[in-house]
């Protein structure tokens, strides 16, 4: 890469840098001019107008009735509805999440599905699990976890295996599955059963349990996990808290509105 594209790439990200700030301004404000703006940013006039022109083609700001005041626009709403089922899920999760990680001892994740991994939203630790791993934000393969697994294996099947395509089955460690069909006989499995186990499937010594959480048209739209060392959830322990893991994810549904 040239030092032109270098620099239009940096260009780039400070126009971005820019806009969302421009955006945060009027959240806080409410409206504002455009002096106001470039007084608030630091820059020139000009380059306020042309931030909120490119934010107003996209519908995120709009003119408010006081010519050349701004405020926020309708298309905030769109952006911010994509994730509002995210939060409903943290919100209406929480308690029992805290509740599960007590009663089994160990860190508790609510995970949803993100382009091609299973992104964790939320974690709970019981008395046992301090100072374990903070799974938050962290991007984790569908085929390797269990949150993964319970994420496509409720989808249709050609869904599946598109996104099981794109998204690849690499290995982590000797017990991942890394066949598609192997893979596809254990989701039909997890589909009938509720529930998935993984063992040392993404990392040597730690096991997961999950079930599915439903949403009020009965889709599954997030995972419940338990996870932990393999020497204290072992492959037994962890089918004895199957049913439990599977009630709790049955108890965040019914809150999302699920009456299954």
């Known amino acids: 890469m040239g030092n032109g594209s270098s620099e239009a790439a940096g260009g780039g990200v400070q126009s971005v840098d820019r806009a969302v700030s421009v955006l945060e301004i009027l959240a806080r404000l409410g409206e504002a001019g455009v002096t106001d703006l470039a007084s608030d940013i630091g ?27 701004y405020r926020l626009g309708f298309g905030i709403l769109r952006l ?118 993984s063992i040392e499937e993404l990392e040597l010594g730690l096991t997961a349990v999950a079930a599915p959480i439903r949403d009020h048209t009965g889709t599954v739209i997030a995972a419940l996990s338990v996870s932990g060392p393999v020497y204290r959830l072992t492959a037994e322990r962890a089918r004895e808290i199957a049913p439990v893991v599977v009630a709790a994810a049955d108890s965040i549904a019914e809150r999302m509105g699920f009456q299954g």
């Open 80 to 197: 911010a509805n994509a994730v509002s089922g995210q939060l409903d899920i943290t919100q209406q999760g929480r308690e029992i999440c805290e509740r599960l990680a007590v009663e089994v001892g160990e860190t508790v994740n609510i995970a949803v599905l993100r382009s091609h991994y299973a992104v964790n939203v939320d974690q709970a630790r019981g008395p046992t699990s301090v100072g374990s791993h903070n799974w938050v934000g962290e991007l984790t393969p569908l085929h390797a976890t269990s949150s993964g697994k319970i994420l496509v294996a409720f989808m249709s099947a050609e869904a599946r295996q598109e996104l099981l395509a794109e998204a690849g089955l690499p290995r982590y460690t000797e017990h991942t599955i890394t066949k598609p069909d192997d893979l596809e006989r254990q989701l039909e499995s997890v589909a009938r059963d509720g529930y998935v186990i």
């Open 43 to 69: 820059v020139h006039k000009s380059t306020v107008s042309r931030l909120l022109t490119a934010l107003e083609e996209h519908e995120l700001v709009e003119q408010a009735y006081e010519r050349g005041k």
